[in-house]
């Protein structure tokens, strides 16, 4: 079974901490995305890599960076959270031949 | 640039009635399109994909879409809804190598008895 692994479930943290969201996929794909999910607006891609060190913004970036330092592993990054980002955050890997995508579970992020 | 639109943040069917939930695109180059659904709590999984191939695209549990090129849609059908078909389904499209995977803002399917 081919898998994407998203490092937690839920997670708390509090307002100005850093935060890192970890995703690892096994499938040897190039293209690994981030999105956001909030409820009436549907998927919003955050930042995606289609290659090692390579970064692209998505349609929301701000206050998110993104790390992949490995093939398998894409991580993103909240500078200092803040309680807008309060968010559930899905990770996806893709096969470029077919644009067929795999999703994590989700992170279900809450800032106080 | 590439977008995607479903028209209807809510559809309710009745059991045993047809699912019609609709996804228009915009893209410069011809895509591939996806339908994805979630159900609560989980994440998101692939129910059909087209590819340039056949333009009537069967998927898992029955349901199938038609992509019409003039139209630009690629709307999702199943005859007859089930209970089990409760969930949200998300249209989706790739225009290849290192672009986004774009998604509409996602239909959320109520099956009544």
């Known amino acids: 079974d081919v898998k994407v692994t998203q490092s937690s479930r839920y997670l708390v943290k509090r307002t100005g901490e850093k935060v890192f969201l970890e995703c690892v996929q096994d499938m040897d794909h190039e293209n690994m995305f981030w999105y956001r999910q909030d409820p009436g607006l549907g998927l919003r891609l955050i930042y995606f890599s289609y290659d090692v060190k390579m970064k692209e913004k998505g349609d929301i970036p701000e206050g998110y960076s993104v790390s992949r330092e490995k093939k398998e592993r894409f991580s993103l990054i909240l500078e200092s959270a803040s309680t807008n980002q309060t968010s559930m955050y899905l990770c996806?890997?893709?096969?470029?031949?077919?644009?067929?995508?795999?999703f994590g579970q989700g992170t279900r992020l809450t800032v106080v | 640039a590439q977008s995607v639109t479903q028209l209807g943040s809510h559809v309710s069917v009745s059991e045993g009635a047809l699912v019609l939930l609709r996804c228009n695109y915009s893209s410069s180059v011809p895509p591939y399109l996806f339908w994805y659904v979630q159900y609560p709590n989980q994440g998101l999984q692939l129910l059909l994909k087209y590819t340039s191939a056949a333009t009537l695209v069967k998927g898992i549990n029955g349901f199938e879409a038609e992509f019409k090129k003039s139209e630009t849609s690629f709307h999702l059908t199943k005859p007859s809804a089930h209970m089990s078909d409760a969930a949200e389904y998300f249209c989706?499209?790739?225009?290849?190598?290192?672009?986004?995977?774009?998604f509409g803002t996602g239909t959320r399917l109520q099956v009544t008895l």
């Open positions: 989706a499209a790739y225009t290849g190598t290192a672009s986004k995977l774009t």
């Open positions: 996806a890997s893709l096969f470029r031949d077919n644009g067929e995508a795999f």
